[in-house]
């Protein structure tokens, strides 16, 4: 099945610098989504990029979808990013997707 | 705001016992999921469903049942629990990766 792979696992940044987290997937996705999840909290999306560049306020998601990456840029940290960042892809769409997601990584911004 | 409630938020049952998990939204989704999370594993899917009466396996549905009796619930059944089922559980709904929507999570222990 479909593999998704996360780096770095975790990451400790201080407030105002930015963040670059990777994904790797192991097949053609058609659906790509970063998600966030607060300290033992539940999954909120945060976008959807199945290839180019989108934006969305301090976040950049590039992915390249031949060579089946994508990136999560967080710009000028702050201490409220702090928590666990998931990548999920997808392999078909309509109404019968299932998302497979990596292990995700774990976001600390110190003040 | 789109709405997924998951009960119990924390239950705690003995090996062997019955445990279901409790599953509903307000969005009028046709798609609903079952994943667990787990420390070095993050969110597997167990069971999903694309309409009322109709239940998918997931990659990991061994000792798990789901039901769907509606368009707004969606249940996850532990017939013989085991303590390797302890771990958290979310719930999730949507028509399409943009709208996929989380419940708060059930931490389930099985002792």
């Known amino acids: ?63 390249v979808t031949k060579e089946r990456r994508s990136s999560l840029h967080i710009s000028s940290s702050q201490t409220t990013d702090s928590g666990t960042y998931l990548c999920a892809i997808g392999g078909s769409g309509g109404s019968n997707y299932k998302l497979t997601f990596g292990k995700g990584t774990l976001l600390t911004v110190t003040p | 705001e789109a709405a997924v409630t998951q009960s119990p938020r924390n239950k705690v049952a003995v090996t062997g016992g019955k445990v279901t998990l409790s599953c509903n939204q307000t969005n009028n989704h046709n798609n609903m999921y079952w994943y667990r999370q787990d420390t070095g594993h993050g969110l597997r899917l ?59 999570g059930t931490r389930l222990t099985v002792l």
């Open chain 2, 46 to 104: 167990i069971h999903y469903s694309y309409g009322a009466g109709s239940t998918e396996k997931g990659d990991i549905p061994d000792g798990y049942k789901a039901s769907r009796p509606s368009q707004e619930n969606f249940s996850l059944i532990l017939e013989l629990a085991t303590p390797s089922q302890t771990s958290v559980y979310f719930c999730a709904s949507g028509e399409d990766p943009t709208t996929l929507y989380f419940g708060s």
């Open chain 1, 1 to 63: 099945g479909q593999q998704v792979q996360q780096s770095p696992s975790s990451l400790v940044l201080q407030e105002g610098e930015n963040a670059e987290l990777q994904c790797n997937f192991s097949s053609t996705a058609t659906q790509l989504q970063w998600f966030y999840q607060s300290p033992g909290g539940s999954l909120v999306s945060l976008l959807s990029n199945p290839s180019g560049t989108k934006h969305t306020g301090r976040l950049t998601s590039t992915t």
